[in-house]
């Protein structure tokens, strides 16, 4: 902390010095302009002009640095998320498979990911799909509509004895990680320039981390969605019968979802505290002690009960966004 004191020139104009080293290494000057932003708490935060142009970000990976495929679509999916524009894999020939892994999992699961550019030994992916393109509001309401859809069809498989509906709801689950990595990333890039939150729909920063659990949640039943009807399939294709009583518990998990849910768009702190109440009440679904003849209606049990449980978390982080906006309200004013 660097003390400063406040100079008044003319009859209402407050000015301070800023700190030279600050200025030079920011390529401040006379004439320059600055952004100034009054924060929650008060303070203000000054930010060069410059800053406002975001780089182009790059990156090359030397993919002999990493053991296996996985290893590496991490590394590609850490950039993906910090915004970089272009991220390039170098590779020995010996590594052509490995490589041709990640560019599958990769382009299947990143929403405007891909490869444009390539050599006998190296593949360049490049971010072809602006962030802001589609609004933060627009995707979360997307991925809450495509898990929902998910939760639909593996009722109704089931109850239907329908095995390509089912089927058809694990091939959705891969959009859901798409919307949700392309949240992941506008979350990300608001919170590495938080003058622009606004921007993305945010009235602060600081509500970026609980709205991040939420989306998060989402995908989690999402994938337990999946999860619940790869073991209906197998039964099914099995000749085996599933108990009316998971059926029941699933529509429950799924109709909660829905509330609250509905939600999130534009955090409902009421509404989201009610359905917190009725999840709670609703417990989870049926127990482990309940018998059943094959050990893949458990995980289904299981995977049913984490839906309530991560509906509840969604109820939780809109009260928290809710109450976080309310508390930069009261600090701005």
Not at 37 to 59: C, H
Not at 73 to 93: F, K, M, Q, T
Not at 164 to 171: P, S
Not at 266 to 293: F, H, M, N, Q
Request: glycine share 6%; hydrophobic share 40%; proline share 4%.
């Amino acid at each position: 902390m660097q003390p400063r004191s406040v100079q008044v020139t003319g009859r209402s104009t407050y000015i301070i010095s800023l700190p030279k080293e600050w200025a030079r290494k920011a390529g401040i000057g006379k004439g320059s302009t600055v952004y100034i932003e009054v924060m929650a708490d008060g303070s203000l935060r000054i930010v060069p002009s410059k800053r406002e142009r975001r780089g182009q970000l790059s990156k090359v990976i030397d993919a002999s640095r990493y053991g296996d495929a996985s290893s590496l679509i991490r590394e590609v999916i850490s950039h993906y998320l910090a915004g970089y524009n272009s991220v390039r894999i170098d590779y020995d020939p010996g590594q052509k498979e490995v490589a041709e892994r990640v560019r599958e999992v990769i382009e299947s699961s990143i929403l405007g990911l891909s490869v444009l550019e390539g050599t006998a030994t190296s593949m360049t992916f490049y971010a072809v799909l602006d962030p802001s393109s589609m609004s933060l509001e627009d995707a979360t309401t997307k991925l809450v509509a495509d898990a929902l859809h998910m939760l639909e069809d593996t009722l109704e498989g089931i109850r239907r004895g329908d095995e390509d509906l089912l089927e058809g709801v694990t091939r959705q689950d891969q959009l859901v990680d798409k919307l949700y990595l392309l949240i992941a990333k506008q979350l990300t890039i608001a919170l590495m320039n938080p003058l622009n939150v606004r921007d993305f729909g945010l009235e602060t920063p600081a509500e970026a981390p609980h709205l991040f659990l939420a989306v998060k949640s989402v995908e989690r039943i999402a994938d337990h969605a999946t999860i619940v009807a790869r073991n209906a399939i197998e039964l099914l294709g099995e000749g085996k019968d599933i108990p009316e009583r998971i059926a029941c518990s699933l529509e429950e998990a799924m109709e909660l979802f829905r509330d609250v849910s509905s939600a999130l768009s534009s955090p409902d702190k009421e509404r989201a505290e009610k359905v917190a109440k009725l999840i709670e009440r609703a417990g989870r679904g049926p127990t482990w002690e309940e018998r059943y003849p094959d050990s893949r209606l458990y995980a289904m049990v299981e995977s049913i009960g984490r839906i309530f449980g991560y509906s509840l978390d969604i109820a939780e982080a809109i009260i928290d966004v809710s109450t976080v906006r309310e508390a930069a309200r009261i600090l701005r004013s």
